[in-house]
């Protein structure tokens, strides 16, 4: 029996490309099948159609159609985020410069645990993190597999700041992970303050902090998962200051604002953090994951210094080989910094400013759509790319019912949030592609399924 060819080394690329091809052509079979941003059926029948294709798991002889039937399924299963009806969630349709650099990772599959796994991917990050962070106002920072990780480091940084003990104080409108971490790293349950109008609110902040005692860590949020709102942060980062507390600022959505000279002032304030979360892989059009924590004080990092000999012995450090470990609460990552590098070198600011300018823009032409319509409510103006709008008059289980039909014939996903006591759509744009016609089709769309 033949060894099955590897995807690198010398004979890699000579092994890959007729899989590539492959590959491409069941996206594109799998995708017509699909015939629309969802498949149509819903959850019990996208699971047999997967399990037919997938039929025995790990049969005696392998099947060498495997590739092709396995990828078609998945495309035809797929929630196709470059299709500009599938408009629910904080997932983008990845650049293809990005995916063809995600390609050459996954076949070098450099490890970023140690410097002998990695020469090359670790010298790029470290370079291109840093860069990152600075962008936002900060000194460094670290890689992460997205924005829970992120918050859970940044919770982590500062209970070892403060001596083993912090207690975290959060708006209402914080995102779900920030609470977790604390609920993970054992640290005192959060404290909550209003967020009325789905921002938290300074004044409420101020009397929290004056009332509490003891290592105190206030998040803030730019970009909220349900609207898209961004905090008070200056206002905030002033209070912080005057209270003596630490900051961190949940910027997952909103950071990538940063590319743009019309909206990067919706982020002043960034720049007074401790910490701030970024995710690329929402406002920076990249694969899953492209997460990363930026840190003001380098010094912070050092509390996640783990010694393994086998990784980073005192004396290789000694002789100038960089120890990772401290870089990650993971021991292996694979180079999600390549892909990053490419995009930002490839693109540039320009390149990115225009694509978040063109996903902001079509938000405010939907908000507009939907302003005009009398068929429907609109909740505000888009902050940054999210609009959430409601049938007029409309019950909470109507609202829930349209959602799940449309989820159900395959015809449209839409997210859902639940502001002010009702439930509403939510509609997310992050795909640079989607034109004026689309969202008219989109609102014409929910209206024939709400009052059919």
Same mark, same amino acid.
């Given at each position: 029996m033949s060894l099955p060819p590897l995807a690198?080394?010398?004979?890699? #690329?000579?092994?890959?490309?007729?899989?590539?091809?492959?590959?491409?052509?069941? @996206?594109?079979?799998?995708?017509?099948?699909?015939?629309g941003p969802l498949p149509a059926g819903g959850p019990d029948a996208v699971a047999a159609r997967v399990a037919d294709a997938v039929g025995d798991v790990l049969p005696d002889e392998g099947d060498p159609d495997a590739l092709r039937v396995l990828v078609h399924a998945l495309a035809e299963g797929a929630a196709d985020p470059?299709?500009?009806?599938c408009a629910a969630h904080l997932h983008c349709p990845p650049l293809a410069v990005a995916t063809a650099a995600d390609l050459a990772a996954s076949a070098l599959n450099p490890s970023l645990d140690s410097w002998d796994q990695a020469p090359a991917a670790s010298a790029l990050e470290s370079v291109v993190a840093r860069t990152l962070a600075q962008e936002a106002? *900060?000194?460094?920072?670290?890689?992460?597999?997205?924005?829970? +990780?992120?918050?859970?480091?940044?919770?982590?940084?500062?209970? +070892?700041?403060?001596?083993?003990?912090?207690?975290?104080?959060?708006?209402?409108?914080?995102h779900h992970s920030l609470p977790r971490a604390a609920w993970l790293l054992g640290l005192p349950d959060p404290v909550v303050v209003p967020a009325p109008?789905?921002? @938290?609110?300074?004044?409420?902040?101020? +009397?929290a902090l004056t009332a509490l005692s003891g290592p105190l860590l206030v998040a803030a949020t730019a970009g909220t998962t349900d609207a898209g709102l961004i905090d008070p942060l200056p206002e905030i980062a002033g209070l912080c200051a005057a209270h003596g507390t630490r900051l961190h600022i949940d910027a997952a959505y909103g950071g990538g604002l940063l590319f743009s000279d019309r909206h990067q002032e919706k982020l002043a304030g960034l720049e007074a953090a401790h910490t701030?979360? @970024?995710d690329l892989h929402k406002l920076g059009w990249q694969p899953v994951a492209a997460g990363l924590l930026a840190v003001a004080r380098p010094r912070d990092l050092a509390a996640l210094h783990q010694r393994a000999d086998y990784l980073s012995a005192d004396d290789d450090s000694e002789a100038g080989y960089p120890d990772l470990l401290g870089r990650s609460l993971r021991t292996t990552r694979r180079p999600d910094i390549l892909k990053i590098a490419v995009t930002l070198k490839t693109l540039g600011r320009t390149g990115l400013g225009a694509l978040v300018d063109q996903v902001c +823009?079509?938000?405010?032409?939907?908000?507009?759509?939907?302003?005009?319509?009398?068929?429907f409510d609109l909740?505000?103006?888009?902050?940054?790319?999210?609009?959430?709008?409601?049938?007029?008059?409309?019950?909470?289980?109507?609202?829930?019912?349209? $959602?799940?039909?449309? *989820?159900?014939?395959? $015809?449209?996903?839409?997210?859902?949030?639940?502001?002010?006591?009702? @439930?509403?759509?939510?509609?997310?744009?992050?795909?640079?592609?989607?034109? #004026?016609?689309? *969202?008219?089709?989109?609102?014409?769309?929910v209206e024939g399924t709400t009052f059919r």
């Open positions: 690198s080394g010398p004979d890699g #690329p000579v092994a890959l490309r007729p899989l590539l091809d492959t590959v491409l052509d069941a @996206l594109r079979a799998g995708g017509r099948a699909r015939g470059a299709d500009p009806l106002g *900060l000194a460094d920072a670290l890689v992460t597999s997205g924005g829970t +990780e992120s918050n859970q480091l940044a919770l982590l940084l500062a209970r +070892e700041a403060h001596g083993g003990s912090v207690r975290l104080v959060c708006g209402a409108n914080a109008g789905g921002t @938290l609110d300074p004044a409420a902040l101020d +009397e701030v979360t @970024l +823009e079509r938000a405010k032409e939907f908000a507009a759509l939907v302003q005009d319509h009398p068929g909740y505000d103006r888009p902050t940054i790319s999210t609009v959430l709008f409601r049938p007029a008059q409309a019950a909470d289980d109507t609202v829930a019912a349209v $959602r799940r039909t449309l *989820l159900h014939q395959g $015809r449209a996903v839409l997210g859902r949030a639940r502001l002010d006591g009702r @439930l509403w759509l939510k509609v997310t744009l992050l795909n640079p592609h989607t034109r #004026p016609d689309d *969202l008219a089709d989109l609102l014409k769309l």
